[in-house]
């Protein structure tokens, strides 16, 4: 697939999923923030992260079989990538262990859901590991069934950083 038409496909998904997302009143500059995002003692993190701070679209590839999702995609917003992961802001509660699939406008990744914190009741910040990273391609917007654990061959994947 070109790349506009990954493009144009990606701006149609996101004018059509929820964004029921509530930032705090204290968030009010979140979209501006960018570069390397402070480290504390005790993260406990491997790689250093950098503030991506866009809007993206999550389907709900492999949920807990406890937790039952919508097959329908959910806006996101973006907030670090690592070279093994990314964190992101969605409107909902996820769980560890959840694997997802997260659209972007210049890139598709598969996720595996390592944490999820509470900030307000309708925006959860989710930490999440790199599975595999794909180049724009028409895959990335099939529905879910499309996207088991074992149709994405890891051979198709491109592991690059992200």
């Known amino acids: 697939m070109l790349e506009s038409d990954y493009l144009a496909r990606f ?11 509530e930032l705090p009143s204290s ?4 979209f501006q923030e960018k570069g390397p995002s402070p480290s504390y003692p005790g993260d406990g993190r491997m790689h250093p992260r950098i503030r991506l701070r866009t809007h993206g679209v999550v389907f709900f590839d492999n949920p807990l079989p406890s937790v039952p999702r919508s097959s329908r995609p959910m806006g996101v917003y973006t907030k670090d990538f690592s070279r093994q992961g990314c964190g992101f802001l969605i409107n909902e509660q996820l769980f ?7 659209v972007l406008p210049s890139f598709w990744t598969r996720l595996t859901v390592v944490r999820a914190r509470r900030i307000t009741s309708h925006c959860y910040e989710i930490g999440a590991t790199l599975n595999q990273r794909f180049d724009p391609e ?3 917007f099939q529905p879910c069934a499309v996207h088991g654990p074992s149709s994405l061959p890891s051979s198709e994947a491109s592991t690059a950083s992200v």
């Open 11 to 21: 701006r149609q998904l996101t004018r059509s999923v929820s964004w029921g997302i």
């Open 27 to 30: 968030w009010k500059n979140y």
């Open 96 to 102: 560890p262990e959840e694997e997802i699939r997260l």
């Open 138 to 140: 028409e895959r990335a």
